[in-house]
Nanobody
């Protein structure tokens, strides 16, 4: 199983960025997918998750109304659209997958992880 995250980079505060995560080696449409992030010196935290069909989503309070998660099962890809970015959104963003039907925010429940992509928001 491989999860390849991309789309990170440097962006100014207030700007937007879209992350992608391409999955291979698994039946993508049967996996709930999530995005997590880790800032320097901090623990990895849940950002957003999406269920199999895309109808169920869940967000951390810190990103509600600014971030949007979506998926394209035909392309085995999950996306994270990030708007109104803030310096505190800076970190390495990881995509993850777990083979259950509910959208969980619990890190240890995810089975597979991507390598991460760096997002840096300048003030």
């Amino acid at each position: 199983v491989q999860l390849q995250a991309s789309g990170g980079g440097l962006v100014q505060a207030g700007g937007s960025q879209r992350l992608s995560c391409a999955a291979s080696g698994l039946t993508f449409s049967t996996y709930t997918m999530g995005w997590f992030r880790q800032a320097p010196g901090k623990e990895r935290e849940f950002v957003a998750g999406i269920g199999w069909s895309g109808r169920s989503t869940r967000y951390a309070d810190s990103v509600k109304g600014r971030f949007s998660i979506s998926r394209d099962n035909a392309k085995n890809t999950v996306y994270l659209q990030m708007n109104s970015l803030k310096p505190e959104d800076t970190g390495v963003y990881y995509c993850a997958g777990h083979k259950t039907s509910w959208v969980t925010a619990t890190l240890r429940e995810y089975d597979y992880w991507g390598q991460g992509t760096q997002v840096t928001v300048s003030s």
